[in-house]
């Protein structure tokens, strides 16, 4: 009798997550869009990118938000506490799943347990901007380590967030360069270049997408990108290699989709296949790819063998570099 119940009871809870997966989306009930940091950034903008199409594929509302904070454990633990339904999705940097937990003191969630992973998106470089009216003194990489070098810890670097590839980018930096620069994180990377803008930050490594307009206006300068190649649709831009002397420098970020732990497969899967219909389309590729992205689309098992292996790798540069936050 008791084996018959548990037999039961069990079936019954197999079942809960199976209906979950058969009415996945709920009709009616929107989907959430979050992104780790402010309206404006890479996931700000890839979401609005695939809002509607997004939508129509699936059938029900889609609402875009940027939950930003605590270097986008914010929205990771959103996300990690909503229900197992995939009603809410979040696109998530390399920066928040893999060296967070390297950077900071202590961890709201862990991303390898507490989150599942949908797919991958996208790999971006970030690059070396400062203000041509601010800064016009810095004409080269060679001459902003010299300033550097000549008054040690007065220069400054913004970033998007401890922990955020923006800063982890110029700590690599500063160590390879052997100088001594002030760490000033800000909510997010636009208001990290407002800084910049105003003279408030002396540098700033960013991704190239929100720099590029007024790169071409003139308002900054690009002194180098930080992937190990040029970019080709940059190809005028030196690799940070190439202009500082720094050889084998690197350090690029990669976005994926992420949902609750304990969502169903099905509904992983139906995430999985609508949000790769909608990005892999030339319209989507071009725009993507105009902003200095590299696609790279991939399913859950490859996205967390990727983050798996990054983990380990990030944890030994952030010792090296000595970013971690006491």
């Known amino acids: 009798m008791l084996g018959r119940f548990l037999l039961v009871a069990a079936a019954l809870l197999l079942a809960v997550p199976m209906a979950r997966a058969q009415q996945f989306p709920t009709p009616g009930r929107?989907?959430?869009?979050?992104?780790?940091?402010?309206?404006?950034?890479?996931?700000?903008?890839?979401?609005?990118?695939?809002?509607?199409?997004?939508?129509?594929?699936?059938?029900?509302?889609?609402?875009?938000?940027?939950?930003?904070?605590?270097?986008?454990?914010?929205?990771?633990?959103?996300?990690?506490?909503?229900?197992?339904?995939?009603?809410?999705?979040?696109?998530?940097?390399?920066?928040?799943?893999?060296?967070?937990?390297?950077v900071l003191p202590s961890m709201p969630i862990d991303t390898q347990t507490d989150l599942a992973p949908v797919m991958s998106l996208f790999e971006v470089p970030n690059v070396l901007v400062v203000s041509a009216?601010?800064?016009p003194q810095f004409t080269d990489c060679q001459a902003l380590i010299g300033a550097a070098r000549a008054a040690p810890g007065k220069l400054n670097y913004a970033s998007s967030g401890i922990g955020a590839s923006t800063h982890l980018a110029a700590a690599q930096f500063a160590t390879a360069a052997n100088i001594d620069m002030l760490h000033v994180p800000y909510r997010g990377g636009p208001f990290a270049m407002t800084a910049l803008y105003q003279g408030d930050a002396d540098l700033f490594f960013y991704q190239s997408g929100p720099v590029l307009d007024?790169?071409?206006?003139?308002?900054v300068r690009l002194l180098g990108i930080t992937s190990a190649e040029?970019?080709?649709?940059?190809?005028?831009?030196?690799?940070?290699?190439?202009?500082?002397?720094?050889?084998?420098?690197?350090s690029t970020t990669w976005y994926g989709i992420v949902v609750s732990a304990r969502t169903p497969k099905?509904?992983?899967?139906?995430?999985?296949?609508?949000?790769?219909?909608v990005t892999d389309t030339p319209e989507v590729r071009a725009r993507m790819e105009?902003?200095?992205?590299?696609?790279?689309?991939?399913?859950?098992?490859?996205m967390r063998?990727?983050?798996?292996?990054?983990?380990?790798?990030?944890?030994?540069?952030v010792q090296r570099s000595g970013a971690r936050q006491q």
Not at 269 to 277: F, M, P, V, W
Not at 290 to 302: D, Q, R, S, Y
Request: net charge neutral; glycine share 10%.
């Open 266 to 277: 099905p509904i992983i899967d139906r995430l999985h296949a609508a949000i790769t219909k």
């Open 133 to 135: 009216e601010k800064r």
């Open 290 to 302: 105009g902003m200095g992205f590299t696609m790279m689309l991939g399913g859950p098992e490859a």
């Open 30 to 102: 929107p989907i959430l869009l979050l992104g780790g940091f402010p309206a404006g950034t890479q996931a700000d903008i890839y979401w609005r990118l695939i809002q509607q199409p997004l939508a129509a594929e699936l059938g029900v509302p889609m609402v875009v938000e940027a939950r930003s904070g605590a270097s986008g454990n914010i929205a990771m633990e959103a996300t990690a506490r909503s229900a197992p339904d995939g009603h809410v999705v979040l696109a998530a940097t390399s920066a928040m799943l893999a060296i967070n937990r390297a």
């Open 230 to 250: 040029r970019m080709p649709t940059l190809p005028e831009i030196p690799t940070i290699a190439e202009a500082c002397g720094m050889p084998g420098f690197e």
């Open 305 to 317: 063998k990727r983050l798996a292996a990054d983990i380990p790798h990030w944890a030994g540069v």
């Open 214 to 219: 007024d790169w071409r206006l003139g308002r």
